[in-house]
């Protein structure tokens, strides 16, 4: 009996699926792209409301736009944006090809499937908050609410739509 059990476990456990392992990714950062229908707008909110910092930026050409499956050809200019100057900081890239990609600004993240919102993580959102009341830019439900102990949880929306929480104390 205890041989047969041995058997099953082992045979369980070389049947389970492997994973990627975390030594196969060359950095631990994941770049995102967003495309954005008003470059320098998006950028404003990105930079001076929620205080990422722009850490480069590049073009994507005709060509290699097509070769690549990017784009049908389009060009563009990406910014590049960090939540601050750290290699392993997550870069956000904002990119605009004018009215030929349409918003789809939903009031609610269950309203389309893909990427919704993002989560930033903030040591005081008190300043924060302040731009954006400076700003008149909506807050979404009763935002910012208490998450509990000395958290505090505020959502609104990029200039496109995309939803921007903020997690953090206010203090």
Same mark, same amino acid.
């Given at each position: 009996? =205890?041989? !047969?059990?041995?058997?099953? +476990?082992?045979?369980? &456990?070389?049947?389970?699926?492997?994973? %990627? !392992? @975390?030594?196969? $990714? !060359?950095? @631990?950062?994941? %770049?995102?792209? #967003?495309?954005?229908?008003?470059?320098?707008?998006?950028?404003? $909110?990105?930079?001076?409301?929620?205080?990422?910092?722009?850490?480069?930026?590049?073009?994507? =050409?005709?060509?290699?736009?097509?070769?690549?499956? &990017?784009?049908?050809?389009?060009?563009?200019?990406?910014? *590049? &944006?960090? &939540?601050?100057?750290?290699?392993? +900081?997550?870069?956000?890239?904002?990119?605009? $090809?004018?009215?030929?990609?349409?918003?789809?600004?939903? @009031?609610?993240?269950?309203?389309?499937?893909?990427?919704?919102?993002?989560? *930033?993580? #903030?040591?005081?959102?008190?300043?924060?908050?302040?731009?954006?009341?400076?700003?008149?830019?909506? $807050?979404?439900?009763?935002?910012?609410?208490?998450?509990?102990?000395? %958290?505090?949880? !505020?959502?609104?929306?990029?200039?496109?739509?995309?939803? *921007?929480?903020?997690?953090?104390?206010?203090?």
């Amino acid at each position: 009996m =205890k041989r !047969a059990l041995s058997i099953f +476990a082992l045979s369980a &456990l070389l049947t389970l699926p492997t994973f %990627s !392992a @975390p030594e196969e $990714f !060359a950095t @631990p950062t994941i %770049s995102i792209g #967003v495309v954005v229908t008003d470059l320098e707008k998006s950028m404003e $909110f990105y930079t001076n409301i929620i205080g990422m910092v722009q850490t480069g930026e590049f073009e994507i =050409k005709e060509d290699f736009s097509k070769k690549s499956g &990017l784009t049908d050809g389009q060009p563009t200019k990406v910014k *590049i &944006l960090r &939540l601050g100057k750290g290699e392993d +900081a997550t870069q956000w890239k904002l990119m605009s $090809f004018g009215d030929k990609a349409k918003t789809q600004k939903d @009031p609610f993240i269950h309203n389309r499937t893909g990427m919704r919102y993002i989560t *930033i993580m #903030v040591k005081d959102l008190t300043p924060i908050v302040k731009r954006i009341k400076e700003r008149q830019i909506k $807050f979404l439900g009763e935002t910012p609410v208490p998450l509990g102990s000395n %958290s505090h949880f !505020a959502l609104i929306q990029d200039p496109d739509g995309t939803f *921007i929480e903020l997690i953090g104390p206010m203090k």
